[in-house]
């Protein structure tokens, strides 16, 4: 069974540019994996294909073995998470308001969705009572951030999509913030993209490498250092 | 006396035709935000309705059956037509400030775009459709003195009749009431923008 495959996937820009290349690429269930690349090699659009966020323009997306063509968009989102570098809150609700967004779509009852989000918060150390009620612009960047992962994982979806969730953050926070991660979605398959080669590690047993849309690496994260492309090496010697 | 009554009409014929308007231009507005080409075409009707003079407007409308004639009607009918624009603007201009991270978001998140206009795109412009609607009323406590040449009563009928008896007191105590009224509207209704703005969490 795998979780997404990716069946000779391009995708051309609306100006005729070539986003992705036809990409094939499969990521089996429970796999963490990361989207290594420059920015414009087309990570971020290889991540939005699995929510649907961008649409081929050839070749087929299977999400858990389906043809995504075939699937009800609005549910298959709710069960994806996703976490941007933007925390991009919703800024006139409050961090519990925000956390409960998915659990409200699917109409859970309150006192579920409020066990959830204090057990989740807990674990992100933000606790509730603290912060539930607070709104989003009073919080820090890294506090954000967090609020943002809450909100993509409490319905504990089977995919978790990050786009550079921490790239705008602080080195500190950043290491921090990648620990709680990988704890928070220890049960999650995880697309992480990212062009920090250093994160790459910490977070995915499988890197990816993305250049001018095509795939030109795919190997395991303990791997990553014997590989032979130019470009993995010089990633490989910016980590130093 | 008649002074409160003239005062009480006006406000009245400027309570409703801003209804109406809020009623007609959120939607129209909307509507914009969501159709770029059909929403241009709007926008430039109510731009073009806004250059009509106010006095030419009112003289427009008294051969109109339904809509227009002597009296009240005409009145409120003229007042919505002018309070629309600002309100379609503001509409259009405060759904197309959110910012594209958090409508993302909202999508990723599973909502319907039904559910991203009502919990997210909305709310956030609140605080911009209420400064349209401010400014709406406060134009319209103005033109509502004019109505009062097609008949349409409020504060206009002194300042008509003052004019027309050259009475400078007469002109006054229609025109500064007016003027007052124009001033409590625009400052309770900035406090209310305040604080939504505040609320929504972007003040």
């Known amino acids: 069974m795998s979780a997404v495959e990716y069946r000779d996937v391009s995708v051309t820009a609306p100006n005729g540019g070539v986003l992705l290349d036809r990409v094939s690429l499969t990521i089996a269930r429970g796999e963490r994996v990361a989207y290594l690349g420059r920015s414009g090699a087309g990570k971020t659009t290889a991540l939005k294909l699995i929510n649907g966020l961008v649409a081929p323009s050839s070749g087929t997306m299977l999400i858990d073995d389906a043809p995504l063509g075939e699937q009800d968009l609005v549910a298959l989102r709710r069960g994806i998470g996703y976490v941007m570098q933007h925390p991009a809150l919703f800024p006139h609700r409050t961090v519990f308001d925000n956390i409960a967004t998915v659990p409200r779509l699917l109409g859970w009852d309150e006192a579920r969705t409020r066990d959830a989000a204090a057990a989740l918060l807990r674990q992100l150390e933000l606790p509730v009572e603290r912060f539930g009620t607070r709104h989003p612009r009073m919080l820090s960047g890294g506090e954000q951030q967090r609020v943002a992962i809450a909100r993509a994982m409490i319905v504990a979806p089977r995919l978790l999509l990050c786009d550079e969730p921490f790239s705008a953050l602080d080195p500190l926070i950043r290491t921090e913030l990648q620990s709680l991660l990988i704890e928070t979605a220890r049960e999650t398959t995880l697309v992480f993209v990212t062009h920090d080669v250093r994160e790459a590690l910490r977070i995915a047993g499988r890197i990816v490498v993305f250049d001018a849309g095509r795939v030109v690496a795919d190997t395991a994260s303990g791997a990553l250092a014997r590989h032979e492309h130019p470009l993995v090496r010089r990633f490989v010697a910016s980590a130093g | ?203």
Not at chain 2, 100 to 114: D, I, K, N, Q, S
Not at chain 2, 123 to 137: D, E, K, S, Y
Not at chain 2, 194 to 200: G, I, K, M, P, W
């Open chain 2, 1 to 203: 006396m008649n002074l409160l009554r003239l005062t009480g009409e006006h406000l009245l014929i400027v309570v409703i035709a801003v209804t109406i308007a809020i009623a007609a231009g959120v939607p129209l507005g909307t509507f914009a935000h969501r159709r770029r080409g059909a929403g241009g075409v709007a926008l430039r009707v109510t731009d073009a309705v806004q250059t009509i003079p106010s006095l030419a407007m009112f003289g427009f409308l008294i051969p109109l059956p339904f809509i227009g004639g002597i009296g009240m009607r005409p009145a409120i009918v003229a007042l919505v037509l002018y309070s629309l624009l600002p309100i379609v603007r503001s509409t259009l201009v405060g759904l197309q400030r959110v910012d594209p991270h958090v409508r993302e978001a909202a999508t990723a998140l599973g909502m319907t775009g039904r559910q991203l206009l009502w919990q997210v795109e909305l709310p956030l412009a609140t605080p911009a459709i209420v400064a349209g609607i401010r400014i709406a009323a406060v134009t319209a406590i103005g033109v509502a003195t004019i109505a009062a040449a097609v008949g349409g009563g409020g504060l206009g009928t002194l300042i008509f009749r003052g004019v027309a008896m050259v009475d400078t007191r007469l002109i006054l105590s229609g025109a500064l009431p007016a003027a007052l009224l124009a001033l409590v509207a625009d400052f309770a209704l900035t406090l209310l923008e305040r604080r939504l703005a505040r609320r929504r969490g972007e003040a």
